[in-house]
């Protein structure tokens, strides 16, 4: 059981990335999936969640209407798509799954997931 996180990397302001979360070892369709992001100094952050009850998806305030969380079935990946990027999205960012149906107030709360990839930079210049 395992997630493997990659695609980060060096972009400038305005740039787009695209994160992946390849799954292995289990089926991430049937769990709620999270993209978090721990920037230098401070805590981990809640970024997006894609819930494995209804499939609705839960943002942070600070990434709406820029970053979008979607899965692939067939490749058994979640995805954190970024764009507009800024500065202040400078992090390691981390995928993570939960066995839990959380909604919008559960899903940022980090001990809500118990399996977590290695994190990815993004580096985001000014």
């Known amino acids: 059981v395992q997630l493997q996180a990659s695609g980060g990397g060096l972009v400038q302001t305005g740039g787009s990335l695209r994160l992946s979360c390849a799954a292995s070892?289990?089926?991430?369709?049937?769990?709620?999936a999270g993209w978090f992001r721990q920037a230098p100094g401070k805590e981990r952050e809640g970024v997006a969640c894609a819930s494995n009850s209804d499939g609705g998806t839960h943002y942070a305030d600070s990434v709406k209407g820029r970053f979008t969380i979607s899965r692939d079935k067939i490749e058994n990946t979640v995805y954190l798509q970024m764009n507009s990027l800024k500065p202040e999205d400078t992090a390691v960012y981390y995928c993570a799954t939960s066995p839990h149906s959380l909604d919008g107030t559960t899903w940022p709360r980090l001990y809500g997931y118990d399996n977590w990839g290695q994190g990815t930079l993004v580096t985001v210049s000014s």
């Open positions: 070892g289990f089926n991430v369709e049937h769990y709620t």
